[in-house]
């Protein structure tokens, strides 16, 4: 049990001693965490240090640095599970079969992952590779056209820029106005180009 702030308290800082080092570990994580979210409600992200992590997370610097190497890991680790999760999105038939759906899940998901976003946004760090690397343009439109290739990557960057414009502005549209949006600019491009 973690107490009113989400941190251990002594007692159950001595039960860790007997979890093994995954689970130690993995503890250790996310009350570095859960120290950072707190620390970026009080301060500017840039003026947290790492002392004040570990002080508010109730751990030593040594165990900070058994689990990262500097605060901006435990942001990138925050990045890497959302890009994972968009990615994911890249897996379904529905891309293909359904692009109008896929878009809004996708939207859906930054939705639900808002206050993730904010943290990254808020400390500068944006998650340009959302997709790992797969050409979402590509994976609906395929094809061996080089001039078709470099419309694919700025047709992907509009997405990215629309995607984070949303969010900034708060989310105030539905998902479903939004994948339309994107819907429109895909088939758009791809009808100019064809």
Same mark, same amino acid.
């Given at each position: 049990?973690?107490?009113?702030?989400?941190?251990?308290?002594?007692?159950?800082?001595? %039960?860790?001693?007997?979890?093994? @080092?995954?689970?130690?570990?993995?503890?250790?994580?996310?009350?570095?965490?859960?120290?950072?979210?707190?620390?970026?409600?009080?301060?500017?992200?840039?003026?947290?240090?790492?002392? %004040?992590?570990?002080? !508010?997370?109730?751990?030593?610097?040594?165990?900070?640095? !058994?689990?990262?190497?500097?605060?901006?890991?435990?942001?990138?680790?925050?990045?890497?599970?959302?890009?994972?999760?968009?990615?994911?999105?890249?897996?379904?038939?529905?891309?293909?079969?359904?692009?109008?759906?896929?878009?809004?899940?996708?939207?859906?998901?930054?939705?639900?992952?808002?206050?993730?976003?904010?943290?990254?946004?808020?400390?500068?760090?944006?998650?340009?590779?959302?997709?790992?690397?797969?050409?979402?343009? %590509?994976?609906?439109?395929?094809?061996? @056209?080089?001039?078709?290739?470099?419309?694919?990557?700025?047709?992907?960057?509009?997405?990215?820029?629309?995607?984070?414009?949303?969010?900034?502005?708060?989310?105030?549209? %539905?998902?479903?106005?939004?994948?339309?949006?994107?819907? @429109?600019?895909?088939?758009?491009?791809?009808?100019?180009?064809?």
């Amino acid at each position: 049990m973690k107490n009113e702030k989400g941190f251990l308290t002594e007692l159950q800082k001595k %039960e860790v001693l007997r979890m093994n @080092n995954k689970e130690s570990n993995q503890l250790t994580r996310e009350c570095l965490q859960l120290a950072l979210i707190h620390l970026m409600g009080d301060h500017p992200y840039e003026k947290i240090t790492v002392s %004040e992590i570990v002080r !508010r997370a109730g751990v030593s610097r040594t165990a900070f640095y !058994r689990n990262y190497t500097d605060k901006e890991d435990i942001l990138n680790e925050w990045g890497s599970r959302l890009v994972q999760s968009i990615s994911e999105l890249t897996e379904k038939p529905e891309l293909r079969e359904n692009p109008k759906q896929w878009f809004q899940d996708v939207f859906h998901l930054i939705r639900e992952n808002k206050e993730t976003i904010a943290l990254l946004d808020q400390a500068g760090i944006q998650q340009r590779n959302l997709f790992s690397g797969k050409s979402i343009a %590509e994976l609906l439109y395929p094809s061996t @056209n080089t001039e078709i290739k470099y419309v694919h990557i700025a047709t992907e960057a509009a997405f990215f820029q629309i995607l984070i414009s949303w969010f900034r502005d708060g989310m105030r549209e %539905e998902e479903e106005y939004m994948a339309n949006i994107c819907v @429109n600019i895909f088939d758009g491009v791809l009808k100019i180009l064809t």
